[in-house]
């Protein structure tokens, strides 16, 4: 690539301008629809797992299924919240990467991209 | 010779083999820290997962499990979830944004050399802290399984010591890769094994399974006790019970993700892509594994029972032991040479973090500013400062003795990792305003915060009584200062307070410059490391 962190005419450089530009602030905007959401539910979901185990200890011991308890089945909920939430942010990933693709190859020739000059 | 020690045996034999094929092959930097960036995802997944899954998860939570029931299996939760943060948050930004280590991140916008000097030693002490517990761990281990073999705790140690100083220093990130990814598929195959004895033995009914695990039977202080293993409680007790919780899955949680051994791993692939899918490879082995501490660690409390490992050897040969009850010695064997090439596979993860570290952050960037004097200057450091790391790690485990009370160690690790590695690679990533006085303070606090508070915390502060003697006694003999085991609750705020005031209160225009080609670095790859060489 080019020398990527030498200003050019107007004073920017080229990390400058695709920071500005509409393709780059659309990969963000795709990354954070998915990420913060995601993020968000599974701190909460993981962490009352911990909560409830240790401030309701009664009502996590009820039995559902044989001896087996709503303690147990909660945690073993929490691999599959973390398989599903992995197995979505890869098909997310997917847009993601080929929004950066056109940037990379836009960032090469500068004036494809669409600024806000 | 014993069953367990021709197993060992071979496990080194190939090893060793694979580490004098990729010294035939690795020759650069690139090649040597980042085997060439050439991994497939799910290699690096695998690998991933051989690194995470030390002797603390096989051995260490199948015993947690077998003496205190549910509230072990919280251990494996974290352990899986915790990769979460990972996926979303550090993979892909620290793939396209860094080069050979975690610092390489932080100095990409701020001031390298105070950056670098800190985060160099923060991950030196996550490393040591890290390797000495599995060292003490595998002396103990080694030489209880091969009891009579004339081999003893010194030996087993230096043996470990050795052979992870040979893979490192010979076969560099590719060898240590490769070892990482037979040990993960080992303790795979051997946990599936267990798991599906275990349910032959209730006759592959889950009703028999937990019904059993309704009454465990076993004898405290002479006493005969019969307890339901499913309740949570039997480990978290009130009143810092609930709270030490939470503490933990938040050490785990955010621990993992700051932890250096796991993060140099995201520069031996290719792109972020890569990067992004051999994560998902990793939580598929890590979540069905910790799913299978289930049947090893409930099984060992109803099959083989708490009296029983309590007087074989202690928690940590519950997964053994119960392999031994249910097919006999040499599936014992088997496992306890799983046992073994895990922890190796795992000090040699360490070590080569470590001395990465060492070589390209204070060696390279510290103390010349960037420049190797010499061609190849860097690897011949790392090499060098392998060696020194292996030494270190023998003497004080050789020093402290098969009893030290070590385990804090890890959950030291974890805190370190959380509270000083984990805010200032965020805010690096996520905050334009963050500067260098930020990340030296957050470093700073995080780490002197976690120490800090486990130093004064009941892991290193107790009253024993007299029976209890030698290293295995609390180092101070007076009632903790701090409540919980885990300080992740007050240092992990901690540590982001440090470094969002340290940012607040100075000003520092350069690294606010930087952001924009760090933004687009991390997320779009551009300008990123590229692969190099093949094999």
């Given amino acids: 690539m080019p020398d990527a962190s030498k200003p050019d005419q107007n004073g920017q450089s080229i990390w400058d301008r695709v920071a500005v530009s509409e393709e780059f602030r659309d990969l963000m905007a795709t990354k954070k629809i998915f990420i913060i959401p995601a993020f968000l539910f599974f701190i909460v979901y993981y962490f009352l797992l911990p909560i409830l185990v240790g401030y309701a200890p009664q009502f996590m011991s009820i039995k559902v299924w044989g001896n087996v308890n709503l303690?147990?089945?909660?945690?073993?909920?929490?691999?599959?919240?973390?398989?599903?939430?992995?197995?979505?942010?890869?098909?997310?990933?997917?847009?993601?990467?080929?929004?950066?693709?056109?940037?990379?190859?836009?960032?090469?020739?500068?004036?494809?991209?669409?600024?806000?000059? | 010779m014993s069953a367990p020690l021709v197993m060992f045996l071979v496990f080194i034999a190939i090893t060793l083999g694979i580490t004098y094929w990729a010294s035939k092959r690795s020759s650069g930097s690139s090649a040597y820290f980042a085997a060439g960036r050439q991994i497939k995802?799910?290699?690096?997944?695998?690998?991933?997962?051989?690194?995470?899954?030390?002797?603390?998860?096989f051995l260490g939570i199948a015993g947690i499990i077998a003496f205190q029931g549910y509230d072990g299996f919280m251990f494996s939760v974290g352990w899986l979830v915790a990769y979460l943060t990972v996926l979303l948050v550090i993979a892909e930004p620290l793939r396209n944004a860094g080069k050979y280590t975690m610092a390489d991140v932080?100095?990409?916008?701020?001031?390298?050399r105070p950056v670098r000097a800190l985060a160099a030693l923060s991950t030196l002490t996550v490393s040591t802290f890290y390797m000495i517990a599995q060292m003490v761990g595998a002396g103990a281990l080694v030489a209880l399984?091969?009891?009579?073999?004339?081999?003893?705790?010194?030996?087993a140690v230096i043996g470990v010591g050795l052979l992870m100083i040979v893979y490192v220093v010979f076969g560099g990130m590719l060898a240590t890769t490769w070892v990482q990814i037979i040990k993960a598929i080992l303790l795979m195959a051997g946990t599936f094994l267990l798991s599906t004895l275990v349910m032959a033995h209730f006759h592959f009914s889950f009703g028999e399974f937990f019904g059993a695990i309704g009454h465990v039977t076993y004898h405290d202080k002479g006493q005969e006790v019969v307890k339901d293993f499913l309740q949570p409680g039997l480990r978290y007790k009130p009143p810092y019970g609930p709270l030490e919780l939470i503490s933990l899955g938040l050490a785990l949680i955010f621990g993992t993700a700051g932890l250096p051994h796991i993060l140099v791993r995201f520069y031996t692939v290719p792109d972020a892509k890569?990067?992004?899918?051999?994560?998902?490879?990793?939580?598929?082995?890590?979540?069905?594994?910790?799913?299978?501490?289930?049947?090893?660690g409930f099984g060992a409390a109803t099959i083989v029972g708490r009296d029983f490992i309590g007087s074989h050897g202690g928690t940590n040969m519950s997964a053994p032991l119960l392999a031994?009850?249910?097919?006999?010695?040499?599936f014992f064997a088997f496992i306890c040479a799983i046992a073994f090439a895990t922890i190796l596979a795992v000090v040699a993860g360490l070590t080569i973090s470590a001395s990465t570290s060492f070589a390209h952050d204070f060696w390279t960037n510290v103390i010349h500013r960037g420049t190797e004097r010499k061609p190849g200057e860097e690897v011949r450091v790392a090499r060098i400062s392998a060696f020194v790391v292996g030494a270190i790690a023998i003497t004080i485990a050789i020093l402290l003795g098969p009893t030290a009370n070590v385990a804090f160690l890890v959950a030291l690790a974890f805190a370190v990792a959380a509270s000083a590695n984990l805010p200032v690679i965020v805010l690096s990533i996520f905050w334009r305003r963050f500067n260098t006085t930020g990340a030296v303070a957050g470093l700073a606090v995080g780490l002197i915060a976690s120490i800090g508070l486990i130093l004064i915390g009941p892991s290193l502060m107790a009253v024993d009584p007299p029976t209890v003697t030698g290293s295995a006694r609390h180092l101070i003999q007076a009632k903790a200062w701090f409540p919980l085991e885990n300080p992740g609750i007050l240092s992990i705020p901690l540590g982001f307070l440090g470094a969002i005031l340290g940012t607040l209160l100075t000003n520092e225009p350069t690294s606010t410059h930087k952001f924009n080609e760090l933004l687009v670095r991390s997320n779009t790859g551009l300008g990123a490391e590229k692969a190099t060489g093949s094999h």
């Fill in chain 2, 41 to 57: 995802s799910w290699q690096n997944g695998v690998a991933v997962a051989g690194d995470y899954m030390s002797a603390a998860s």
């Fill in chain 2, 106 to 112: 932080l100095a990409y916008r701020l001031k390298p």
């Fill in chain 2, 145 to 155: 399984l091969l009891k009579g073999s004339g081999i003893g705790y010194n030996q």
């Fill in chain 2, 324 to 330: 031994q009850a249910l097919a006999g010695d040499i």
């Fill in chain 1, 71 to 117: 303690a147990y089945l909660f945690a073993l909920s929490q691999f599959f919240m973390a398989w599903i939430i992995a197995g979505l942010y890869v098909k997310a990933g997917d847009d993601f990467d080929r929004i950066s693709k056109d940037i990379i190859e836009k960032a090469l020739k500068p004036e494809l991209l669409k600024g806000d000059k």
């Fill in chain 2, 274 to 296: 890569t990067a992004r899918h051999s994560v998902v490879w990793a939580m598929a082995l890590i979540g069905t594994f910790y799913i299978m501490t289930t049947f090893l």
